[in-house]
């Protein structure tokens, strides 16, 4: 893997551009670049039905190939007996185990292509279940461990719409064009998508050839439920005319499995997700909300019955965003995920709507940056499984005990971080200059802290702009650390798990305010006396990025910054982002072409003549999100000004610019190193 950085009209790929400060060296002691390679987490625990074991996704990065790779480990719910079910350098997810907990489906790609595989778990063997030409995805067991539904792309052949003539036997022309007329072409991550949608199959326990349950030109690729009978299916999908251009409108449908017959039980102005059939089969949960084109909305907890009549909100007055519902066996009600401030956490919700709380720090399968993530599956008994995180360890397995406390069943970094020191996260709140509010953020400092020293300070800013930081493990914020800085996390106004009105505070005012957070977070790090207020640095990805540009046009107190894959036009992002027809109804009261004075207002272009600071623009080369056209715009418009910048493109690289090892190294080495830059030594 390398970088190219632009300092000029000349594209330098073979540039030696590592610094000092995360360059392979002998310090054993404290993180260290290298160690990205050691990482290992947990994800997708899924107890078993007897509540006894634990089944989840062990993540690890294989240096040799440069990737993350999965396999599938078991452990029993007091701990014991923690071993692999599979192995190798491959990819295995999404186990779920058969009702009757004596088998266990996954996906694995062993024999290149993603299929889906079956252990017996007493035995060990273990079965090839499909040979498809797609991958499936959403893996779910009928109540009878008979069948398994699933979702695959069903490819349809492309337009060639014009005629071409044959090309002689032999000949080698050029790739004949592609027509595009879908509205949604090209996916963050995926590229140029294929032509066709993803439907609903069922496919036999025993094997076979699976059957097609939908059709049409919908996509059908959330997680179905079963209705306890095993007659039907329950989905959520968006079926409405102009379903491209109106993102937020899936409604929940019955599918009978024999007939094929589909019925809409949900139509309203707001999207409706996520149905889980009761244990009874008699009700229907599921995620919804009433669409007010507010970029950040409320995700409240349903119940209705399971013919769609009767439906109520059981979160109405709850003022957080709930997400993965799952019955508890008794059917009294759900288990919830939901972010409370900085933390995320599991809950109980009643059918009366009673919140009660089961579990917290859940997450740490982010491994760059601290967002909020984690997911958890309950057992019979009412234990839930889920993945645990801290400061000082990305995602390890937890359970609930009947009484209420928890166990973390394996640890997955000591061979990595027990001989190291980790720098110390410390909550930070604060009030806003702007109006008083108070604001969280967390401090890291380096690991050989002293307060009697004064550091330099790193700002780094979590991106979304509606998502939240919080006291979760960080291997690039802890990178920074290893590196003499001392950082600044903080979550400013617009972010998630704050409530809705706190959320909403930058609606079609993004960038704004959340600027005066930014700085009263700094000034009040500074005022605890061990920052060097001369070695001042400020960065962020995403709408982090967008936030760092705004900030080096609105103050030159930063020595220097980096931008990461930020928004820098939004005239011009609104019309090139692969989520086009979502961000200009949402984020903008207007098209561009409508409001094109607001667009620019607040584009951070609008303010690069007060530019002073030496800043870098960071971005994957196929990045369809924030395309890489946005820091190109910045790029030249700083050197226009003659103000000292740097491009630096990772190939390869989409918007989860730091996805592979390498990239998440040298995306830190790149960071530091421009800073060491501009410095100022004492």
Request: aromatic share 12%.
């Amino acid at each position: 893997m390398y970088c190219r950085i632009v300092t000029g009209l000349l594209l330098a790929s073979s540039a030696v551009f590592v610094p000092a400060a995360v360059a392979e060296g002998i310090d054993d002691q404290t993180f260290q670049a290298r160690d990205v390679f050691g990482i290992e987490y947990a994800s997708d625990p899924q107890i078993s039905p007897d509540g006894s074991q634990v089944v989840y996704v062990r993540n690890f990065m294989d240096i040799m190939t440069d990737r993350q790779r999965s396999n599938l480990w078991i452990v029993n719910i007091d701990g014991s007996h923690h071993r692999a079910l599979t192995t190798g350098n491959r990819n295995d997810a999404s186990p779920r185990w058969s009702p009757q907990g004596d088998r266990l489906i996954y996906l694995s790609n062993s024999d290149e292509s993603t299929q889906v595989y079956c252990r017996w778990i007493d035995g060990g063997d273990t079965a090839k279940l499909t040979n498809l030409t797609a991958s499936p995805r959403e893996l779910v067991w009928s109540p009878d461990g008979r069948s398994i539904a699933f979702s695959m792309l069903v490819e349809e052949e492309g337009d060639s719409f014009a005629e071409l003539p044959k090309k002689p036997e032999g000949a080698e022309w050029a790739e004949p064009p592609k027509l595009i007329r879908k509205t949604r072409y090209r996916a963050d991550g995926a590229g140029y998508l294929r032509d066709g949608f993803h439907q609903l199959f069922v496919l036999s326990a025993e094997g076979g050839t699976p059957r097609q349950l939908t059709q049409g030109e919908f996509e059908h690729d959330e997680t179905p439920s079963w209705s306890r009978d095993g007659k039907h299916l329950y989905f959520a999908a968006n079926r409405h005319d102009a379903w491209e251009l109106n993102p937020l409108r899936e409604d929940i449908f019955e599918l009978d499995v024999a007939s094929r017959e589909v019925r809409r039980l949900t139509d309203r102005d707001g999207p409706d997700v996520n149905p889980v059939v009761s244990p009874d089969g008699t009700k229907i949960a599921f995620i919804g909300f009433d669409d007010k084109f507010e970029g950040y909305q409320i995700n409240r907890l349903y119940v209705m019955e399971r013919d769609g009549s009767n439906r109520r909100s059981l979160t109405a007055s709850f003022d957080r965003s709930v997400e993965s519902p799952e019955w508890r066996a008794d059917g009294a009600g759900l288990f919830v995920k939901y972010d409370e401030r900085g933390d995320t956490k599991l809950a109980f919700v009643n059918l009366e709507g009673q919140v009660e709380e089961m579990a917290h720090h859940v997450g740490g399968t982010t491994i760059g940056r601290p967002y909020s993530s984690g997911s958890f599956s309950s057992a019979p008994d009412g234990r839930i499984a889920f993945t645990l995180t801290r400061p000082h360890h990305p995602a390890d397995v937890a359970v609930t005990q009947r009484d209420g406390s928890l166990r973390r069943l394996v640890d997955l970094n000591r061979d990595l971080f027990d001989h190291k020191q980790l720098g110390k996260v410390e909550e930070l709140e604060f009030a806003s200059s702007f109006d008083g509010r108070e604001i969280q953020g967390w401090i890291v400092k380096p690991p050989d802290f002293d307060p009697n020293k004064k550091y330099p300070l790193i700002l780094e800013i979590h991106g979304g702009p509606f998502a939240n930081y919080g006291d979760r493990f960080t291997a690039e914020i802890q990178l920074y650390a290893s590196a003499g800085y001392v950082v600044l996390y903080i979550n400013p106004r617009g972010s998630t798990g704050y409530g809705h009105e706190f959320g909403n505070l930058i609606h079609h005012k993004y960038p704004g305010n959340d600027f005066d957070d930014l700085m009263s977070g700094v000034d009040a790090v500074i005022g605890r006396g061990y920052i060097d207020d001369e070695n001042l640095f400020v960065t962020g990805g995403s709408g982090g990025g967008i936030l760092t540009a705004w900030i080096v046009g609105k103050t030159d107190r930063f020595r220097a910054a980096v931008s990461a894959k930020p928004v820098i036009n939004w005239y011009s992002f609104a019309l090139t982002s692969d989520a086009y027809p979502y961000f200009a109804r949402y984020w903008f009261d207007g098209l561009p072409w409508e409001i094109p004075d607001e667009y620019l207002r607040r584009s951070p272009l609008s303010l690069v003549g007060n530019v002073t600071t030496p800043t870098m623009l960071l971005t994957g080369e196929v990045d369809y999100r924030t395309p890489i056209s946005e820091s190109e715009q910045f790029y030249q418009a700083l050197k226009l000004r003659g103000i000292d910048t740097a491009l630096v493109r990772v190939p390869g690289a989409s918007h989860g610019i730091a996805a592979r090892p390498s990239h998440l190294i040298a995306k830190v080495a790149y960071i530091l190193k421009w800073f060491e830059t501009y410095r100022e030594s004492k």
